[in-house]
């Protein structure tokens, strides 16, 4: 009996589903069932389920109650295939896989629909062309075809099933949701912008915080328009080129500080206020969309709601359910110490093999004991930020660490030519303009015009300009392969998870919340750390790194920093 089935919806209703042999071909005959639920219960054996689109077919087994061990999805690995052959952007769906196979013209992939509030339907809408299960299994056997003539076919699958993999958490994740008290919520609002007014106008702190700044200048000033409070600036005397925080902080003006505040609440009202309160949380669970694998670099991103910019002083909201803890589980030095795996460096390597201070050990070894100069080379080095004292610190860096930083200066000098640039296990960085999505811009809110410039273009960065592109590269084999690394911990950590309570709830980038009933959470913090340790052996083989985390138990999310 094989281990893989394949599904896909029948044209007139219920699904068909065959069992798969070497190769990726049907090992038998197509049979049709009443539903992908049934098909599911029916062949508990099945470890690993082939379908067109994890984030539409996954959700419907959730909602009847279904939990599948593994997938493969078609399509996300026809994105992962499609760039890694150069061909980033061409359309991923199985349809338009299975028209380039057979020369037939290429369909233009279905539109991304907007997020909806409370909605738990799949990202896509149903492809209006229907593809037969034979269909699907061709273009899923070419694949396996396609994995065997990259460069490193076994990490490349390795990959592939990771991908899948975070599908299925992030299907999870949008399932469960992540504890959330609108009383709370609703309090903390009171204290920060005061009473509502009727009509929906700014709340009684911004108006008076924009009376504030009026007063200042003179005249009637809109601070939430740039524009008006860079003129107004200029019109007493001082120029501004925007109105960004340590822009303003250099500034001696009275309308400086309540500028500053009425920007820090104005966010907060119009991205976790009352309205935002009411779209997204309901039954005492906010439910953003989880999109794994949402830019280029392989980080994730949300389909509405902000679940990765959720501001500090709005966490208090995020309250473990009653006899239940939240673990919130902190990647400590990730990216260098990603750098020190995929780099081979050796004394790096021995460095990033100790679960202490990665920075305060670069300090010790090449800056004198100074930890911030170490943290600034380090992540001048990945991010590309080298020029001024940038530039001397990295040669220090270069002189302890010179195969880590040959390394990314590599990757540099293959974005700047327009070369294909991977990661460790062979996500591809595209090789000209369009390289990808920024993650810190969704459903229609700006990244904050107040975080550091390297976060705010670093989840990607489409430009023409070769030295951008380079920056972007030099960075992309560390971010990306990083990314890699934390889908196999979700992989790993969800597996340790299916035999208990906890539920994983939320993933931004190097943070991971489990949710738990308080007698497990000793064991998944164990489980954190042991999931962290086999995805770097998996991802990066056998080397010294370790990959510690900072680990807090908490019944509020923001206790935990």
């Known amino acids: 009996m094989t281990d893989r089935w394949a599904v896909a919806p029948a044209e007139d209703g219920g699904v068909e589903i065959a069992p798969l042999g070497p190769g990726g071909l049907l090992a038998g005959p197509v049979r049709r069932v009443a539903d992908a639920a049934r098909a599911v219960r029916d062949l508990p054996e099945v470890t690993r389920w082939v379908w067109r689109s994890t984030a539409e077919t996954y959700p419907r087994l959730l909602a009847t109650g279904v939990r599948v061990e593994r997938c493969y999805d078609v399509e996300d690995a026809e994105t992962l295939l499609l760039g890694h052959e150069g061909r980033y952007g061409e359309p991923r769906s199985a349809a338009a896989a299975l028209a380039r196979l057979r020369g037939g013209p290429v369909p233009p992939d279905p539109p991304q629909r907007a997020a909806e509030p409370g909605s738990q339907s799949p990202l896509f809408e149903p492809q209006s062309v229907h593809l037969p299960l034979p269909d699907l299994v061709e273009v899923y056997a070419e694949q396996q075809r396609r994995h065997d003539s990259t460069a490193h076919p076994d990490r490349m699958r390795l990959l592939t099933a990771a991908e899948s993999a975070g599908m299925l958490v992030a299907a999870e994740m949008n399932r469960a949701g992540l504890p959330w008290s609108a009383d709370v919520h609703r309090g903390v609002l009171h204290e920060l912008l005061g009473e509502r ?85 309901r039954e005492g669970r906010f439910r953003p969309e989880f999109l794994a694998g949402g830019t280029v670099t392989g980080r994730w991103v949300t389909n509405g709601g902000g679940a990765l910019q959720i501001p500090k002083v709005i966490r208090r909201a995020v309250v473990a359910d009653p006899g239940w803890r939240l673990v919130v589980a902190d990647a400590d030095q990730m990216e260098p110490r990603v750098l020190a795996a995929i780099s081979r460096d050796p004394g790096l390597m021995e460095v990033a093999g100790r679960e202490t201070d990665l920075y ?116 992309f084999v560390v ?42 959470a000793e064991t998944v913090v164990a489980a954190i750390r042991e999931a962290a340790e086999l995805a770097g052996r998996l991802t990066f083989g056998e080397t010294p790194v370790r990959f510690p985390f900072t680990t807090a138990v908490v019944e509020c999310y923001a206790d935990a920093k």
């Not at 007063?215 to 960004?244: C, E, H, M, N, Y």
């Open 479 to 520: 971010q990306g392969s990083a990314a890699d690394w934390t889908l196999l911990l979700l992989a790993a950590l969800r597996q340790t998870c299916a035999d208990m309570a906890a539920e994983l709830v939320f993933f931004q980038h190097d943070e991971v919340i489990v949710h738990c009933p308080e007698e497990e």
């Open 197 to 281: 007014y009727a009509g929906g106008g700014e709340p009684r702190r911004l108006a008076e915080l924009a009376d504030e700044v009026s007063a200042a200048f003179g005249r009637r000033v809109r601070p939430d328009l740039p524009a008006d409070v860079v003129k107004a600036f200029a019109q007493a005397g001082i120029k501004v080129k925007s109105t960004r925080r340590w822009e303003l902080e250099s500034l001696d003006h009275p309308a400086v500080k309540p500028l500053i505040e009425y920007k820090k609440l104005y966010r907060i009202w119009v991205a976790h206020g009352w309205s935002w309160l009411q779209d997204w949380v």
């Open 360 to 475: 305060q050990s670069v300090s010790d070894r090449a800056f004198s004991g100074d930890r911030a100069q170490a943290k600034l080379a380090v992540l001048g080095a990945v991010y590309g930020q080298t020029s001024g004292d940038g530039l001397k610190n990295l040669a220090a860096l270069r002189r302890r660490f010179p195969r880590a930083v040959a390394y990314v200066d590599d990757a540099a000098r293959a974005g700047e030519e327009g070369r294909l640039v991977r990661t460790w296990l062979g996500r591809t960085c595209p090789p000209a303009a369009g390289a990808g999505e920024d993650a810190s811009e969704e459903a229609g809110i700006p990244a904050s015009e107040d975080e550091p410039e390297e976060r705010q273009w670093v989840p990607g960065y489409a430009s023409t300009n070769a030295r951008a592109r380079g920056r972007f590269a030099r960075n």
